[in-house]
């Protein structure tokens, strides 16, 4: 069983940046493929950006250039930096762990962008 623990969401205004956090435990983390979505109120969870134990990266069309994910298999943990972000990224973000059929979700964090 994995646990993961998000962390780093808050208000920022327009053009700034937040930097999230998921720490992983209970598992082995360099085997998981990560990944970042994000849901809206009233809508439902999209993907943000995922990274594969090799460290591949994708993400949607919508955050390409602005965000990046990475992880540091010795802490166990993936991040997502946001920067340039837009009142339309406001949402709660949740850190999700696959391996095979298995996937693990996070509580979420809450990102808040606006003036």
């Known amino acids: 069983q994995v646990q993961l623990v998000e962390s780093g969401g808050g208000l920022v205004q327009p053009g700034g940046s937040l930097r999230l956090s998921c720490a992983a435990s209970?598992?082995?983390?360099?085997?998981?493929?990560m990944g970042w979505y994000h849901q809206a109120p009233g809508k439902q969870r999209e993907l943000v950006a995922t990274?594969?134990?090799?460290?591949?990266?994708d993400y949607a069309d919508s955050v390409k250039g602005r965000f990046t994910i990475s992880r540091d298999n010795a802490r166990n943990t993936v991040y997502l930096q946001m920067n340039s972000l837009k009142p339309e990224d406001t949402a709660v973000y949740y850190c999700?762990?696959?391996?095979?059929?298995?996937?693990?979700w996070g509580q979420g964090t809450q990102v808040t962008v606006s003036s």
């Open positions: 209970g598992g082995i983390f360099r085997i998981y493929a």
């Open positions: 999700n762990a696959k391996y095979g059929m298995k996937g693990y």
């Open positions: 990274i594969t134990s090799g460290g591949s990266t």
